[in-house]
């Protein structure tokens, strides 16, 4: 059976979720992720609807990717203008990507009454759009927008368009459920007769896909109805993010295909990196990972009675449809020392950390590791401050400073520019050490004088970056009393770590997680 | 056809899900509003398992439902006692519901290995604990635990299971998907063999139940699919509350049921009291709403593009798959810097503001927007910004407050806390104000200043609160340098907004949301 490929939108549909954006460095990074998890094809943006679009794509021109073919997105050319001279088509010309997907009509509605067309306009626009592109050489998936919808209304008109996409060369055919209204029964019966149309008319075994959107809740299950029927690419976005209720959600899509309808599209390797990508996608969207999102959510394996864990116990298929590590998942026990501690002695291996030490008491590092992830510190995402926190619980810790204060001062006034400027205090080495610095904003200022102060004693401080800062509000119904949580990742010559700091002051939550990444790098330099 | 009957398990099997808890008396509450909107049955506890399950049964007894039917949950009698002696099955009738839901085991993995009993055994404590709860008068529901994977392992004995139940005088027999690893074409072929095989033994149209869980993200795909095979009860939670990925959601089914598939199960005027009864239900168990959520999200029916905005305000069917208010939600369009002009018109229609007036230059206000959307600011997100915006451009703007400065100051020593201060000077309707206070960081006692030294002159903000609050670090590449986005959520009796704040410096992009969040609130008394 030909394998299924999975298109990736979360760059391009999944950035029209609310309160979703990437930066184009941003995306490239996400589709290095998605290309190491296996995925087929990856759609990084619309050249030419903006600049960080175009920047994306000439980012992605000097990004090797190993098993991702990097797609550009845009419509067929504009009513009464040549394929040849239509300004978006050339755009995803130059954008230089291997592949281009572009959406057509399909619903007379549209065509009609939304765009003042003509039916057959319509069509030419669909069949001249995908050859002038085909004739360039490039990969083309067509997309056809509305298609349940408009097949509904007038199925000899939508049949009609994907035909024109064909007869232009088009590589895929896609239907959209755009308005996310389809039921799956409607699915199946409407790709398979199509496809079967599609099929004869052409002689051919026409590559089709699926393109579906959350507003019945039923993307995935829609998703998986089209591969029964015949479809053999599902376009979908990580965490279901996207407009409205979101697209398909491949982190359900990938593992059901893979271990449950046995039409693997990731190797078992990549599938268990399926989690940790979820996670990378939303802490870099800075959207709050759904807990209860099925496969990779936290509350995913998470058992809460007694008589479910002593089932599972016993025999974990009594309470779970899958074994949780082949998604990159793990069992949690609620209320139970049990869960964290195979976690966290997996993390102390990776760092290279002797579990057999007598030094290690990996039960006591637990539990203070399970205090501190109640009041805030999330060690999965803060590696830097994992390893400094191990250093103390296996007295290696050398600090190599010890504040005494710090203070920080923003002022504003009418009309000037906000100014910050940070004091800090510290004892170096048994030496006294007072610094001020300015900075932009408070953070800025006490990096700054952080900085100052230590140069003075450590030059290898000036190989060393701070690259990103992120701030996390939990829990943010206390308003402005809320706690903070920051994260900072830092770099130098060939190493990345990320600290973190927790406080009800921003400041201070700040000011922890720079201690830390300094105490990181002046100790692995020693 | 026969109506569908909706089984409301929120307050049982809702309640189990992470962080969910309820009172009795919030039970209550939220048991009120479900018997409103005309759901025909609601699982209110496991008698006898905690005194707060007693208590809501307690509660029920005095309260007047008028549509639905309250309904105790518990297991078959235990192994090798009597139904008659079975304090479980004693609590149940003592609890005087007039509906009892019992579990029963399907699978013979679970009968077997993990209860270590017989099969037959199995089947008398199904048979005659129905008969038990029969005798005393009650409706009873059998819910067939494991239903699917216990088919799937033994056909012949998890058919055994329910036939036992019937003949022990069930008046519905309820598949569950106990593990949520179900595919919706397994719940159509075995349901309908399942169906047809009772049917045929007893003569009878036997009433059959469906209970999924979404651990495939599936659950709903499930229950209508099993609806379709011959179901005529779902059983679900409001917002798919419950265990690790939760339940099969009511506010996906309920409409899909009523709009799509012509099997009503509430009335029309029921179904616009949907979105309310969410947000009711969210409310109560302190789960921060999902703004995704099908039907019933404050983004199911959000608009950004500029294409399809236009499109919508020619024809809403374009890209809306229902109409908004049938389920008590409403469109929105979010201004971004994707936005043309009809999204911003139609925004400020929404406001009121008159767009013939010579003030209102669409054209102009658009650009100015998409450049304050370039420095990041994002009004999608924050109606009460736009607003204050709006009066800008429209020449209504008065300013409740004139800044004339502020400081804050952030102050550490060594082992004890960190402290925040803020000095605010400002002039209010002529007169010039300085105030200070105190706060749980730099941003809590700026807002603690401003507030102190507003409502000398606006009493009304006592009623105003500040519900969340959200940073945003924009291309943190700048390290603690970057810029800063703050979103700020403030709430007063009967509204709520957000407003935004961008800055390098996160103490004034938070200076300038708490600004205009007062301003919002104050423009909207006056």
């Known amino acids: 059976m030909e394998p299924v490929l999975i298109f990736d939108t979360t760059l391009r549909d999944g950035a029209q979720g609310e309160n979703i954006s990437f930066s184009p460095e941003d995306k490239i990074k996400v589709a290095q992720r998605l290309d190491d998890m296996g995925i087929h094809y990856i759609e990084g943006g619309w050249p030419g609807s903006n600049p960080a679009a175009d920047r994306f794509f000439q ?26 001279k ?33 039916l057959s306009e319509n069509l030419a626009m669909i069949q001249e759009s995908v050859a002038f592109l085909k004739s360039h050489g490039r990969e083309v998936l067509y997309d056809g927008e509305h298609f349940f919808d408009g097949y509904k209304a ?19 055919v896609v239907l959209c459920d755009t308005n996310g209204g389809t039921l799956p029964h409607e699915v199946t019966e409407i790709l398979s007769t199509v496809k079967a149309e599609l099929d004869t008319e052409t002689g051919r075994d026409i590559r089709v896909g699926v393109h579906a959107h959350n507003d019945c809740n039923l993307a995935v299950a829609n998703s998986i109805a089209a591969v029964q029927a015949g479809a053999v690419m599902v376009q979908g976005t990580i965490n279901g993010y996207g407009e409205r ?29 399926l989690k940790p990508l979820s996670r990378f996608v939303s802490e870099t969207s800075n959207m709050i990972p759904l807990a209860s999102r099925p496969f990779v959510g936290k509350s995913a394996f998470a058992h809460k009675g007694g008589i479910h864990v002593s089932a599972v116990m016993k025999n974990p298929v009594s309470y779970e449809h899958i074994n949780p590590e082949d998604v990159g998942n793990r069992r949690r026990v609620l209320v139970s ?59 290696k810790y050398e600090p190599v400073f010890d504040l005494e204060s710090f203070r920080v001062t923003i002022e504003k006034d009418k009309d000037r520019p906000c100014t910050s400027h940070a004091i800090v205090k510290m004892n170096v080495g048994g030496e006294s050490e007072i610094t001020a610095a300015e ?21 290898e401080l000036e190989e060393m970056q701070l690259v990103d800062f992120k701030v996390r509000v939990m829990d943010g119904r206390g308003g402005t009393e809320a706690k903070v949580r920051v994260l900072i990742e830092s770099r ?35």
Chains 1, 2 share one sequence.
């Open 337 to 395: 020392d049990q869960a964290g501690r195979s976690n966290i002695e997996y993390k102390a291996k990776e760092m290279g950390i002797d579990l057999d030490s007598p030094a290690f008491d990996s039960k006591r590092i637990v539990s203070e590791i399970k205090m501190l992830e109640q009041e805030g510190y999330q060690y999965e995402v803060a590696d830097g401050s994992f390893k400094v926190l191990m250093d103390k619980f296996l007295l």
């Open 245 to 273: 209720c979101g697209n398909t959600d491949l982190t359900s899509v990938i593992p059901i295909l893979n271990l449950k309808m046995k039409r693997p599209c990731v190797s078992e390797k990549n599938l268990a990196k």
């Open 439 to 459: 900075g932009h904003g408070p953070v800025s200022a006490l990096d700054n004088a952080l900085r100052k102060a230590l140069s003075r004693f450590y030059s």
């Open 59 to 84: 980012l992605a021109r000097g990004t090797e990717f190993t098993n991702a073919r990097i797609t550009a997105f845009g419509s067929t050319r504009r009513q009464g203008v040549t394929a040849e």
């Open 154 to 172: 007038n199925p000899e008109y939508a049949v009609q368009t994907l035909k024109a996409a064909l007869s232009g060369g088009a590589d895929f």
């Open 492 to 526: 130098d010559g060939d190493d990345v770590w990320s600290t973190i700091g927790v406080s009800e002051d921003i400041i201070e939550a700040s000011f922890e997680a720079l201690a830390d990444s300094f105490q990181y790098k002046l100790a692995k330099e020693q």
């Open 86 to 118: 239509d300004a978006n088509l050339n755009a995803l010309i130059g954008c230089g990507s291997p592949a281009i997907t572009i959406f057509g009509k399909t619903w007379d509605l549209h065509v009609v009454d939304i765009m003042g067309n003509t």
